[in-house]
């Protein structure tokens, strides 16, 4: 077994200190001297300089640009109680509340609900056009005339006009919704911060700053991502539900709406299930993570402490046990996602197969055309899309 060096203890003056080193790199790469020193760590013990030269700090001109704006308008956010649970129920209203606190912002919530529901309408008008178009084509039988095509086409143009507007407003609608999502995931950032800092001295001493910082992140991104969520998947896949039963009712008969719902609860019943076991495994997925995370933070903080007592062999260990792991546990939650999408995906094409088979056996009775067909089969891969989704928001619900 190799030997280890013995740790260099030989007190020196800190010329070559690596703290030493990067103040002055970062005073060369700032036009302001630094204004602070590290007065405790003078004398420490001789760290050689590094071979390859340090990375430059970059120029601080943007972060002082976007720190001026925000100086501009930096109000306190309000603080509104959270719900005790995280049901869906509770959630909604909550949400909701954080946003209409937000002062000069309660616009965009209306404005990005106007814009997704020009998109909703735009998005089911394009398979109504493209039923339209098949039907003038077909109702020829075999003989089209220049009017036939002139109806397709014009049809075809419109769809193209619809899908514009509708990808159009979808985007206005993330651009105008943005700034309030991430508006309430600063009051959520900000409230939480504070509740930290004034928690007692006990609570910091048994709990570890990495995890900590972890929990903090990545609770404020799930506050904007559910919220998100909420507002462009959650309700307008629901209004879309309806609109699409509706059509398919109208255009075939009520079994074929009824498989449409039969199939969207069986999917969420499905998933609600199974997203359950998958999230029990994601949040032992997260306590891994936050321990790493601990770990690299804590290691680091006390380096000295760490140099001191020869213990980066012992530190290092541990880091590598705890990416194992994560690696193990990650790989078991991404097992059970796929046979959840692999459940999803079996239970959308079983529906999607009765619903069109009964839309074509109606055709073959003569009741309905082949454009019914084609606009259903639309429809269904329109309103199944957001779907996919319906997975994740429930998990990082929960």
């Known amino acids: 077994m190799r030997s280890r060096a013995p740790l260099d203890r030989t007190f020196r003056p800190a010329p070559n200190d690596l703290w030493e080193y990067l103040l002055a790199d970062a005073s060369a790469a700032s036009s302001t001297p630094p204004t602070r020193t590290l007065p405790a760590l003078r004398g420490s013990y001789h760290t050689p300089r590094p071979t390859t030269q340090a990375p430059s700090i970059p120029s601080p001109a943007d972060l002082e640009r976007f720190l001026a704006i925000a100086d501009k308008d930096l109000e306190e956010p309000a603080f509104i109680e959270p719900p005790k649970t995280v049901n869906l129920v509770e959630m909604m209203p909550y949400l909701f509340r954080m946003a209409q606190s937000v002062p000069r912002m309660q616009w965009r919530l209306y404005a990005a609900v106007v814009f997704m529901m020009v998109t909703k309408a735009a998005g089911i008008y394009v398979p109504i056009l493209f039923k339209q178009a098949v039907d003038a084509l077909s109702a020829g039988a075999g003989n089209i005339s220049d009017a036939m095509i002139k109806s397709a086409v014009s049809a075809i143009v419109l769809s193209g006009v619809a899908k514009l507007v509708g990808g159009f407003f979808k985007e206005a609608q993330m651009v105008v919704f943005t700034p309030l999502a991430q508006a309430v995931g600063r009051q959520v950032a900000f409230h939480t911060f504070r509740h930290l800092l004034d928690l007692d001295t006990q609570f910091h001493l048994e709990h570890k700053t990495g995890s900590l910082s972890r929990v903090l992140e990545r609770g404020t991104r799930s506050v904007y991502m559910i919220f998100r969520s909420l507002v462009f998947t959650f309700i307008p896949t629901?209004?879309?539900?309806?609109?699409?039963?509706?059509?398919?009712?109208?255009?075939?008969?009520?079994?074929?709406?009824?498989?449409?719902?039969?199939?969207?609860?069986?999917?969420?019943?499905?998933?609600?299930?199974?997203?359950?076991?998958?999230?029990?495994?994601?949040?032992?997925?997260?306590?891994?993570?936050?321990?790493?995370?601990?770990?690299?933070?804590?290691?680091?903080?006390?380096?000295?402490?760490?140099?001191?007592?020869?213990?980066?062999?012992?530190?290092?260990?541990?880091?590598?046990?705890?990416?194992?792991?994560?690696?193990?546990?990650?790989?078991?939650?991404?097992?059970?996602?796929?046979?959840?999408?692999?459940?999803?995906?079996?239970?959308?094409?079983?529906?999607?197969?009765?619903?069109?088979?009964?839309?074509?056996?109606?055709?073959?009775?003569?009741?309905?055309?082949?454009?019914?067909?084609?606009?259903?089969?639309?429809?269904?891969?329109?309103?199944?899309?957001?779907l996919q989704f319906l997975g994740w928001f429930y998990r990082e619900l929960r």
């Open 238 to 386: 629901a209004v879309e539900l309806v609109l699409v039963c509706a059509l398919l009712a109208k255009a075939f008969n009520a079994l074929v709406a009824g498989m449409v719902v039969v199939t969207f609860l069986v999917y969420v019943t499905y998933t609600t299930v199974q997203t359950m076991k998958v999230a029990e495994k994601r949040k032992a997925v997260n306590a891994i993570e936050n321990e790493t995370s601990a770990k690299t933070v804590d290691a680091l903080l006390n380096f000295e402490t760490v140099t001191l007592f020869n213990n980066a062999e012992l530190e290092t260990k541990q880091y590598n046990r705890y990416l194992r792991a994560y690696h193990e546990a990650g790989y078991d939650s991404e097992v059970s996602s796929c046979s959840l999408n692999a459940g999803q995906a079996a239970i959308l094409a079983v529906g999607v197969t009765a619903v069109l088979a009964s839309g074509i056996l109606s055709c073959g009775a003569g009741a309905m055309t082949v454009g019914d067909v084609v606009m259903a089969n639309a429809l269904l891969l329109q309103l199944w899309a957001p």
